[in-house]
T-cell receptor, first 106, second 112 residues
């Protein structure tokens, strides 16, 4: 089945810093999403981005489907950005990476 | 538009019992899928339903089952609970191919 690898596994930032999270996947996919899991466990959809680039405020994402990777950029990080970020891809089912734990310090 | 609603939010069950979890998708969404999240195994796919038909199933024992009703609401059932079934169970709905998935708040199941 499809393998999804996320890096880095852990990231500690000072408030105001920028960061890049990476997602590599092993096969062609029909769908790629980035999620932020809040402290209560809910997965919040950040981007649906099977290809191309999208931006939403301080967050942006780029997927290069032909090279099988996606990047999530967080600019001017805030403490509320802390949490776990997941990449998930859909071949015939939704497969998640192990996540990146982000801690933003004030 | 109401989001994906999962009930109950928290549940404590005894080993050997069975449990039923419920998921109401976003209005108009016909695809519902279920996931188990544990610290050791991460987020794992359980099954996906579309228009009352199971479209795909993950690698879980037969104790895990699900169904979808004509109004797209879905339930999953776990029989003969084991301690290892303690997890956060997440449900997601989608409008179909070409659309993303929206997740509910989850049901946190503790088996004692």
């Amino acid at each position: 089945g499809i393998q999804v690898e996320q890096s880095p596994p852990d990231l500690i930032l000072q408030e105001g810093a920028n960061s890049t999270l990476r997602c590599n996947f092993s096969d062609s996919v029909n769908n790629l999403q980035w999620f932020h899991q809040n402290p209560w466990g809910q997965l919040i959809n950040l981007f649906y981005i099977p290809s191309g680039t999208k931006q939403n405020g301080r967050l942006s994402a780029t997927t290069v489907a032909t090279e099988r990777y996606s990047l999530l950029y967080i600019s001017s990080s805030q403490t509320t950005d802390s949490g776990v970020y997941f990449c998930a891809v859909y071949g015939n089912k939704l497969v998640f990476g192990a996540g990146t734990i982000l801690r933003v310090k004030s | 538009k109401a989001g994906v609603t999962q009930t109950p939010r928290y549940l404590i069950k005894t080993r050997g019992q069975q449990v039923t979890l419920s998921c109401s998708p976003i209005s108009g969404h016909r695809s519902v899928s279920w996931y188990q999240q544990t610290p050791g195994q991460g987020l794992q796919f359980l099954f996906e339903y579309f228009s009352e038909t199971q479209r795909n199933k993950g690698n879980f024992p037969g104790r895990f089952s699900g169904r979808q009703f004509s109004n797209s609401r879905s339930e999953m059932n776990v029989s003969t609970l084991e301690l290892g079934d303690s997890a956060l169970y997440l449900c997601a709905s989608s409008a179909g191919e070409g659309y993303g998935y929206t997740f509910g708040s989850g049901t946190r199941l503790t088996v004692v």
